[in-house]
């Protein structure tokens, strides 16, 4: 055996006492660090549920340490940090900031990595690390097919806007596969750049004033804090919005092209499980997501005044009257 590897391997022996220490009469302890409040988190609770299924109940054997971010990407450092004093035995992250917060925090305790935008990069960084695996948010070719489903809704599109945290490593790739998909259409593509909530008014109103018929809206934990507020300001300037994830257009939000979060939250209770049995992270390969779908607000597309076509309305996974 090579001596690098031998003193990897040696480090990654080292990582894992928590896995003996998870088998003890002591409840497990897992922190969570989400771009959201827990409280009507469907996300968690997919997550909770498949745990309870794996034999771990909240309040018997388990207990949970929730963080939340509340759109504000640079209180992730103090969050994981905050997580790793607290010693718990496994931290899930949600979002790329998140991820590189948690990478940042510790060595030693394992993190999953429920939905990132590329957790193989995350992995790996300058040096690999660990004591990380996880899974990818991101589908191949997703940005794409969210311009061409617009174009299918708005066959007469000419301008779209997205609404993007470029502060967010994930946003920057995503801008770039929109602006080259909608030009590959003849669409005009526009990016603005949103920090905080009310950034997404201003937003909105200069995507209205620059004439876009359409915004295409980002995944970012800014975003998914101020949900209500994006849906009902889109609303309200009657501009058609397309979402990454379904929970916006549970919201009342028009339509959402993504891959499915809570799909994602049960398989890292999967990975949770095997690593407090005694798994070592670097043993459990990151995957990428497996499934997208597709979801339609018909009631948000009449108040818009959408016929939507019905090819789109055959091919949606999720059709909400």
Known sequence: MKRREFIAGLASLAAWPRALRAQ????????????SARVGNANFSAFQQALQALGYVEGQNLDFEYRSADGRND????LANDLARRDVDLIVTRGTPAALAARAATTTIPVVMAAAGDPEAIVRGARPAANLTGFGANLAGAERARVETLKAMLPNVARIAALMNLSNPSRQAEWNAIAAAAQSLGIAPQVLDIRTAADIGRALDAAASAQADAVVI??????QTNQNLVVTLAAAQRMPAMY?????????????????????YRRAAV????ILKGAA????????????ELAVNRKAAKALGLALPASLLARADVVID
């Open 24 to 35: 003890s009469a002591r409840r497990t302890r897992i922190g969570l660090l989400d771009t």
């Open 271 to 274: 990975y949770a499980d095997k």
């Open 218 to 223: 980002g995944s970012d934990t800014v975003m």
């Open 75 to 78: 209180s992730f450092a103090e």
């Open 244 to 264: 990454t994830f379904r929970d916006f257009v549970d919201a009342g939000g028009l339509v959402s092209y993504g891959v499915s979060l809570p799909d994602l």
């Open 281 to 292: 992270p670097r043993e459990l390969p990151v995957e990428p997501p497996k499934t997208a």
